[in-house]
């Protein structure tokens, strides 16, 4: 069983980058790369009402999360509600600052369209 990793003050529970497939309910999801020496580096957080339909290879930072060496999926599954889960989110984002999600609120309505691919 593993343990829960700590990101911004919130236990994520961490799987194989693949393994978000099974995750049918809502919940906070990060992309993580873990080293050989064990130290990961968190690459993007986001958050889902459906883990298994959002945090998978159609996600648009899925490619370049890969590319900075993808290799965990991590989850925080006790968020149930959606204000809940983007409260997490923002909070992790400012406590961790991974390396794909943007800070500032002009960059944040990029990410939102690019997300929904009118960028």
Same mark, same amino acid.
């Not at 978000?20 to 999801?29: D, H, I, S, Y």
């Not at 992309?31 to 996600?59: C, K, M, T």
């Given at each position: 069983?593993?343990?829960?990793?700590?990101?911004?003050?919130?236990? &994520?529970?961490? +799987?194989?980058?693949?393994?978000?497939? &099974?995750?049918? %309910?809502?919940?906070?999801?990060?992309?993580? #790369?873990?080293? *050989?020496?064990?130290?990961?580096?968190?690459?993007?957080?986001?958050?889902?009402?459906?883990?298994?339909?959002?945090?998978?290879?159609?996600? *648009?930072?899925?490619?370049?999360?890969?590319? %900075?060496? +993808?290799?965990?999926?991590?989850? &925080?599954?006790?968020?149930?509600?959606?204000?809940? #889960?983007?409260?997490?989110?923002?909070?992790?984002?400012?406590?961790?600052? *991974?390396? +794909?999600?943007?800070?500032?609120?002009? %960059?944040?309505?990029?990410?939102?369209? #690019?997300?929904?691919?009118?960028?």
């Amino acid at each position: 069983m593993s343990t829960g990793i700590d990101w911004g003050g919130y236990s &994520f529970v961490p +799987l194989g980058h693949h393994d978000g497939r &099974f995750l049918r %309910q809502p919940g906070v999801f990060a992309f993580v #790369r873990r080293r *050989p020496d064990e130290s990961r580096n968190l690459l993007f957080v986001d958050q889902a009402d459906y883990i298994a339909g959002w945090a998978g290879p159609g996600h *648009p930072y899925w490619t370049e999360a890969l590319g %900075q060496g +993808l290799n965990e999926l991590h989850v &925080f599954l006790k968020a149930r509600k959606r204000i809940d #889960r983007l409260l997490i989110r923002g909070n992790v984002i400012k406590r961790c600052h *991974p390396a +794909l999600n943007p800070l500032a609120d002009d %960059q944040q309505s990029d990410w939102e369209a #690019r997300w929904r691919g009118v960028a």
